[in-house]
């Protein structure tokens, strides 16, 4: 019994621990997702335009612990991927594919989420990991923000819940 005991609370234990690095490299968002996200263009931005629906642009690296975190645990949820499927455009960005886009954007770490109104006004710009209640609260709010008088946009940045993109080197080492 005890061994047992032992197991579920190391089980329990690894799973509150972030992804490493090593778990990190292995996993290739794009093989693994159920969202229908779309590629960064003309045709994602006319689609945002004829439906009225704004833009959720999220940026990425496979190598990026808190990425597949945010992946995971926000962005695989059900409600988030039905949130998502009726109410926005989702377009994904891989970072080391589209390094020069992420820059346009001001990026510096990932994961960042931006949230486009469908006339190309920025909603919402956050960068780092969010848990799936706090991102469907974001989401709301956005959406509110695209409905309304143009205003301010959200911009935050969790140091805590990131990585540095400048600083990582190609193959994944930093």
Do not use: H
């Amino acid at each position: 019994m005890k061994a047992r005991l032992g197991w579920i609370a190391a089980a329990w234990l690894g799973a509150m621990i972030p992804v490493t690095g090593a778990e990190a490299l292995a996993w290739t968002y794009m093989k693994e997702t159920r969202n229908r996200w779309e590629a960064y263009g003309e045709a994602a931005f006319q689609r945002a335009e004829a439906e009225q629906k704004p833009l959720f642009i999220f940026f990425y690296a496979d190598w990026c612990p808190w990425c597949r975190k945010y992946e995971v645990e926000a962005l695989e949820t059900e409600a988030v991927r039905q949130r998502l499927e009726q109410d926005f455009v989702p377009v994904a960005v891989d970072v080391d594919q589209q390094r020069r886009l992420f820059r346009r954007y001001q990026g510096r770490v990932v994961p960042m989420t931006l949230i486009l109104a469908p006339d190309g006004r920025k909603l919402l710009r956050f960068q780092g990991f969010v848990d799936a209640s706090a991102l469907l609260r974001a989401l709301d709010w956005a959406l509110e923000q695209a409905r309304s008088v143009p205003g301010e946009a959200w911009d935050t940045l969790d140091p805590e819940r990131c990585c540095p993109v400048e600083n990582k080197r190609p193959g994944g080492v930093r």
